[in-house]
């Protein structure tokens, strides 16, 4: 991710808890590109707009993000669409260096309709977007954390047969696109999300996968006392997101901000150093709590 757009309501005071998180998980990332679209001032009058306005900025101030702009908008009747679209052309795309491809799956899916003839079925189609890298049509790919085999998780061995975007089929996509990509992978796994959260690499590219994690973990440190009201404990029940995946995991063991954390009867993919967030749970509800280096 380059930049973003946050999106507030005029007819909430902000910010809202869900606000906090976004802005928070956008710190964590290192994002500092933004572009903030005030909604709902059609709800609310002109009063309430300008102390919504006000609410956002002196919010985004404290958080770091004292000159991102914040645009009015109302959909429906085309105002300000055009100025809002102008500052998303501002925010500038970090240039790809020729990393290694890795491919984020957030979605998975079986485009054949019933009643498809065997000889006309079409593979298992990974939609989501590259982190690093360029991907083509026939390259060789792997998909992991895979499948279970007896026990153990095999990876998934295939090759693209076809790339989607928003503008059409592509022969060669880098980072700043969602696609789809349609492979050989037996349409079965594929069906209902079955392998979302899964990451893709080029053949002979081989990430770590453990259900074992060794992090550097780093809280947000008014939350730790205000909401955990402590530090991550031993034996606490945590919720990982690394990559694409997520997994819930006990913690086995802390030292200071090194932190040891077992997955529960899963893996996830990753490459040392990669960076993750940490949700902790208060009273059934997961809430961000900080961020993460995740080693093997």
Request: hydrophobic share 40%.
């Amino acid at each position: 991710i380059d930049a973003a757009i946050l999106v507030v309501s005029a007819a909430s005071k902000c910010p809202q808890p869900q606000t906090e998180e976004h802005l928070e998980a956008l710190k964590i990332i290192g994002i500092n590109k933004l572009v903030v679209a005030q909604t709902k001032v059609d709800l609310v009058g002109e009063q309430r707009a300008r102390e919504s306005y006000n609410e956002i900025k002196d919010f985004l101030s404290k958080n770091g993000f004292e000159n991102v702009p914040i645009i009015p908008v109302l959909a429906s009747a085309n105002i300000n669409i055009t100025e809002f679209v102008q500052e998303i052309g501002k925010l500038e795309a970090s240039k790809d260096q020729g990393e290694n491809m890795k491919m984020l799956v957030v979605r998975s899916f079986d485009a054949n309709v019933p009643g498809t003839n065997i000889s006309d079925l079409k593979g298992g189609i990974l939609g989501g977007a590259l982190s690093s890298g360029r991907l083509s049509v026939g390259d060789k790919i792997m998909v992991y954390p895979g499948i279970q085999v007896k026990g153990e998780m095999k990876p998934l061995s295939t090759t693209v047969a076809e790339i989607q975007s928003e503008f059409g089929k592509e022969q060669n996509v880098g980072r700043g696109i969602t696609i789809g990509v349609r492979t050989l992978i037996d349409p079965a796994l594929a069906r209902n999300d079955g392998l979302s959260g899964s990451l893709v690499v080029k053949e002979g590219v081989k990430p770590i996968l453990a259900n074992k994690l060794n992090i550097k973990y780093f809280p947000l440190k008014e939350k730790e006392v205000t909401l955990f009201k402590k530090p991550i404990q031993k034996n606490e029940m945590v919720l990982l997101n690394i990559l694409a995946g997520k997994a819930l995991g006990t913690v086995v063991e802390v030292r200071g901000g090194d932190v040891k954390i077992v997955l529960n009867n899963t893996v996830l993919p990753f490459f040392s150093g990669d960076k993750g967030v940490v949700s902790r749970r208060v009273e059934g509800v997961w809430y961000l709590a900080g961020s993460c280096t995740v080693y093997e």
